[in-house]
């Protein structure tokens, strides 16, 4: 198996660029937004400076053509040395997506979601480049803690992966994955990123007027019953207030006051229903 990646290089040496798209077979907007940006990039109407950028627009291609999350399993938790089930073939997709992120520096992760209406981060390491990097993506809110949260199970996301092996990764969701805008959102990340290490030389940055920071506490995997409303990214949530109940009759509570975070009200069982967070 051998993913399709591109490599664009610079006269001068520098920082080397990874950026991934469809990681989720059904999150299609980085796909969309790298094919824009490698456009430019031939046409000559985007010059690379220095260093190098590398793209993978589909990680995930069985998945994509069918417009599914993963076939048999998550591909963004895959993503670690042993473990899950060897044949699979996200695991044997996992595997080669390590490879090209050994190779680089930077990793840049573009995903979408399915509840919420604005983009947001995370920064998964609470080191300076790490806060450098992810801040200069333009994007907001920044969602920190998933390291803290994951600290006794290594969680086998892209971004985890990349911080293990000592490099620095951002992980992006640019909005609803049907909304235009979500593509856009990708596509100036992608230049932000660019930009910030020197790899392009340009004007056209964008950064919002103030960068709001979350911290992730914990997560809600999914349970035996529904959400007691169509929960949106960033709602607001009161400590012991009712998220869900399940079929058995049972309540399910916030245990803080702050936002829901991810609802994923189609999430299979055992897998995050919903994260909860407060201002960082």
């Known amino acids: 198996m051998s993913l399709e990646m591109f490599m664009y ?92 992120m050994d190779r680089c520096h930077f990793v840049l992760d573009l995903h979408s979601f399915s509840s919420g209406v604005d983009a947001f981060a995370f920064q998964d390491t609470q080191d300076d480049e790490t806060r450098s990097f992810v801040s200069a993506l333009g994007i907001s809110p920044i969602f920190t803690g998933w390291d803290s949260m994951y600290a006794e199970d290594n969680s086998g996301t892209t971004i985890t992966y990349v911080n293990k092996i000592g490099k620095i990764g951002a992980c992006i969701e640019c909005g609803q994955h049907r909304d235009p805008h979500s593509v856009e959102v990708a596509y100036q990340a992608i230049i932000n990123a660019m930009n910030y290490l020197g790899i392009i030389e340009t004007d056209k940055i964008s950064q919002p007027e103030e960068l709001k920071r979350v911290q992730m506490h914990s997560f809600l995997p999914k ?43 189609q999430a299979k069982a055992g897998a995050e229903w919903l994260y909860y967070g407060t201002d960082d």
């Not at 077979?25 to 590398?54: H, L, W």
């Not at 599914?68 to 899950?84: P, S």
């Not at 949106?232 to 079929?247: F, I, R, S």
């Open 9 to 100: 290089s610079g006269s001068a040496p520098g920082k080397d660029l990874l950026v991934l798209g469809a990681v989720h077979g059904n999150e299609k907007c980085g796909t969309q937004a790298i094919r824009q940006i490698m456009s430019r990039i031939e046409s000559g109407e985007i010059v690379i400076k220095s260093g190098v950028v590398r793209f993978i627009p589909i990680c995930n291609p069985r998945a994509y053509e069918l417009d599914c999350r993963y076939l048999t399993e998550d591909l963004n938790r895959m993503f670690y040395e042993e473990g899950g089930v060897v044949s699979s073939y996200e695991r044997t997709l996992a595997r080669e997506i390590m490879q090209a």
């Open 223 to 265: 349970l035996d019953g529904d959400f007691v409303k169509s929960w949106m990214n960033m709602d607001p949530v009161q400590e012991g207030e009712v998220v869900a109940v399940l079929k058995s009759g049972v309540s399910v509570k916030s245990p803080c006051s702050g936002y829901v975070i991810m609802p994923d009200a």
